[in-house]
C-alpha cells in the first residue's frame, strides 16, 4: 500500500511554480476568457443574454488556473478540492445550452493555464472561435421556418369559414390549438407556421383578419422564450 502511494505522490510530483509562471498562467487565462465573452457576447442569439454571464466567463478562468496552482503535485490539496466541490450546489438553471458550452470551454482554458499548457490553449481558443462563428453566420440550427401563436376574439357568431381561408392563405401550416366560445363572446387560437417571416406578411393577415365582421382582437405572439435574433 505504501509503494502504490509513494507511486502515485511520484507522478504528481511537479517543481514548484515560480512566480514569473504563475502570473504569466492567471495573465494568459485571464486573455482568453475575455477572447471567449466576446465570442460569446457577438454570437449570442435570443433573449436570455446577460452582462453578468459575461463577467462569469472572465473571471472564471482565472479562478479555475488558480486552483491547479494549488494542487499541483499535492495528493492532499487535490483529494481535498474534490471533498469540497462535492457540498457546493449551483441553483442558478442553465436557460442556453450554449452558456454551458461557453463555462466548459473557460474551465478547460483555467485547467490548460495551470498546468502550463499555454500553447494548447492558445491554439484550442483560435480553433473554437472560428467555429463558433462560422456557425454563427451559417445560421447552423436555425429552422427555416417560423412558428406562432394566432390568437382572434369577437363578440359575434364565430365566422368559422372566413377565419380559415385567410389563416390558410397567408400561413404553411396551422392548426386550432384551442376554441372558446359563450353567450356574446368567442375566441379561438391557432399554431400557425411561416415559411419567412416578414412584416408584411404578418401585417396583412392580420388586415385581412380585422376585415372580417364581427372580429375584433387579433394578435400574433412568438411561443418561444428565447427568440432567434
Not at 380585422?210 to 427568440?227: D, H, M, T
Request: proline share 2%.
Amino acid at each position: 500500500m505504501e509503494q502504490i502511494l509513494e507511486l502515485i505522490k511520484g507522478s504528481l510530483a511537479v517543481s514548484k511554480p515560480d512566480l514569473f509562471s504563475i502570473v504569466l498562467s492567471l495573465l494568459i487565462a485571464t486573455a482568453v476568457s475575455l477572447v471567449i465573452s466576446q465570442v460569446y457576447k457577438y454570437t449570442h442569439r435570443g433573449l436570455t443574454f446577460e452582462l453578468s454571464f459575461m463577467t462569469t466567463l472572465v473571471v472564471l478562468a482565472p479562478i479555475v488556473a488558480i486552483v491547479m496552482l494549488f494542487i499541483r503535485g499535492d495528493l492532499v490539496l487535490s483529494l481535498g478540492l474534490i471533498g469540497s466541490l462535492s457540498i457546493i450546489r449551483f441553483r442558478t438553471p442553465i436557460k442556453d445550452t450554449r452558456d454551458m458550452v461557453f463555462l466548459f470551454w473557460v474551465i478547460a482554458t483555467g485547467l490548460g493555464c495551470g498546468t502550463y499548457n499555454w500553447t494548447i490553449v492558445i491554439i484550442a481558443t483560435i480553433i473554437i472561435t472560428i467555429i463558433m462563428f462560422l456557425l454563427h453566420f451559417i445560421k447552423y440550427g436555425q429552422s427555416s421556418n417560423v412558428d406562432f401563436v394566432l390568437a382572434i376574439s369577437g363578440k359575434s357568431d364565430y365566422i368559422t369559414n372566413d377565419i380559415y381561408q385567410i389563416v390558410q392563405k397567408y400561413t404553411k401550416d396551422n392548426q386550432v390549438r384551442s376554441k372558446e366560445t359563450e353567450q356574446d363572446f368567442w375566441e379561438v387560437i391557432f399554431e400557425v407556421r411561416f415559411d419567412k417571416i416578414s412584416g408584411t406578411i404578418t401585417d396583412e393577415l392580420i388586415r385581412e383578419l380585422r376585415k372580417i365582421q364581427g372580429v375584433e382582437k387579433v394578435s400574433l405572439l412568438a411561443p418561444q422564450i428565447a427568440l432567434p435574433v
